[in-house]
């Protein structure tokens, strides 16, 4: 299909939508929005009115409204501070997965990361369900890389010593899940009986995914705690659920151990070119001399494509909020649990209900379009949505138990897919953006891919003889039996010393993250690294001893230990200094 014919289309669907106003050029496949309209919403309608057609390649949606922000550009720095085969930009699940999986050959590999840590982008906040690909649109890269994927994930989480537990998603049909449509009541049980499964199973066939349709009396008794509402299942058992943080960490972890360098707290501000080639790459610490860069930088994809000068596609941010339970309730459920909903709402699965590897209940995420990618709040009306949506699932699940909500931004693009190709117009650069959901389950696969295309770009890949694709974990000392714990804890007194009661993290787990090849220095790097705070108080015990013990590792005075960033200072001087005031006061 023509360009221009493209565009004629998209005229009348604007004018339909009135957004007459709005300017709309296209170059080969890729659509310009510009203009001023008076909402968000109106800017997201326009975005993906223009991705809607397969043929797209990207939507740059340059759109004004109102709560727009103006980007700050940093500064770089000029002097020169090192140099790589391959610049990656993103410390994310997708960017660990291809420094991991690039170190397989005899590159200098460099990750640059503006966070204080790994994984801190959505690839901690999400409900970290490896999905199977049912749920992606056919015929998406997302479904293919997703499918490939999470068949990989079994064999990878044992390699890099993760949890992983294939635990299987039920999705659950019940009398309400067609109430949207406002049917008589014999038309839509016979839908949810007969039809709704046969589209399904017949979904999973195509794509060679196992699926099973399940009678109401055996998911009663499988999930006894499901709603009596409940007409019958589909058992997806290739499903699982990992640790995202943990997960990224361990590949980050064997990436270094495998020769990879990771500067963390440092920003790509710019790319300068030669000849339409890469030739540095601008940080906030200063240039990196390399001919390759991958640009897995999630929500800020579209910002690194622009100082590239190949931007063809806008993230437009989604917000997925969750809510996480006391392990009080383990044994609850037993599976991922999907609450099934028709008509679906557009760019979202649904999320679920869903047991975490350390055995606290989760429910969510939703899906919400917001105009600030740095908008990780959660609203009392968004804890209300869930608590209302999964009550329907399970109406006798006591919502006292909760002990913690967070948000994660998902990185879309107008299209709705994983856009992973070779620049058209910059030699060295690679696009892999908008990586949301199901980034997790893909991400294997999407580092293998790129793998290829730098092969077909012309990167010349020899294997490395001495990777180690094995990573050895850190102790965890509350898996151990009394035995082995006897004797770890008589060579090293720090292990027998409790510092977070709920988790039971112990001093000596809590220095080893300290002085690990990724060293944890903040309190929320520890964290996810120890779990030191991740229990029913949420740090209220243990958060000053972690914060001491950090000091004394790191020799960093209490006041400078952050939470998880520059600007997350928690102390500011010891109390008994505060009252020394002058002048009576």
Known sequence: MKDSKIKRELIKSFKKHRLENISIKLNEKIVFLEGTIDSYEKYIIAGHLAGRNSIIRGVVNNISYPEKKKTQKKKGKDEFIGSADVVIVGGGITGCSIARELSKYKLKIVIIEKDEDVSCGATKANNAMVHSGIGEEPGTLKQKLCVQGHFLFEKLSKQLSVPYRQCGMLIVITKDSLEDLKLPSFLSNFLAKYVIPYIILRRGKK?????????????????????????????????????????????????????????????????????????????????????????????????????????????????????????????????????????????????????????????????????????????????????????????????????????????????????????????????????????????PAIAMMVADILKNEGLTLTDNPKFEPLRKNHLIIRELDFEKRKKIIEKNPLYGRIVCRCEEVTEGEIVDAIHSNIPAKSLDAIKRRTRAGMGRCQAGFCLPRVAKILSRETGKPIEKIMKNSKESQLFIGKSKCLLEETDGD
């Open 207 to 443: 794509i060679k995914v196992p699926l099973e349709k399940i009678s109401r009396m055996k998911i009663l008794e499988i999930e006894p705690q499901l709603t009596d509402r409940t007409i019958l299942g589909i058992s997806s058992p290739t499903y699982g659920v990992t640790s995202p943080y943990e997960f990224c960490i361990a590949l980050a972890e064997n990436a270094v151990e495998n020769g990879v360098d990771i500067r963390l707290n440092t920003e790509v501000v710019g790319i300068e070119l030669e000849e339409n080639r890469i030739r540095n790459v601008i940080t906030t610490e200063g240039k990196i001399r390399t001919g390759w860069v991958i640009n897995a930088a999630g929500v800020n994809a579209d910002e690194i494509a622009e100082v590239a000068k190949d931007r063809f596609y806008t993230i437009h941010p989604r917000k997925g909020s969750t809510l996480l339970f006391d392990k009080s309730n383990a044994g609850y459920i037993s599976h991922n649990l999907s609450f099934f909903q028709f008509p679906m709402k557009e760019h979202t699965k649904g999320g679920g209900a869903m047991v975490t590897t350390h055995g606290n209940i989760q429910w969510g995420p939703t899906a919400i379009e917001i105009p600030d990618k740095d908008d990780l709040s959660v609203s009392k009306d968004e804890i209300y949505d869930i608590f209302e949506k999964y009550s329907r699932l399970l109406p006798n699940f006591s919502k006292k138990s909760i002990i913690a909500y967070f948000a994660g931004i998902r990185s879309a693009t107008f299209t709705e897919d994983f856009i992973i190709e070779a620049s058209k117009k910059i030699k060295g650069l690679i696009h892999v953006a908008g990586i949301q959901s199901p980034g997790i389950a893909a991400s």
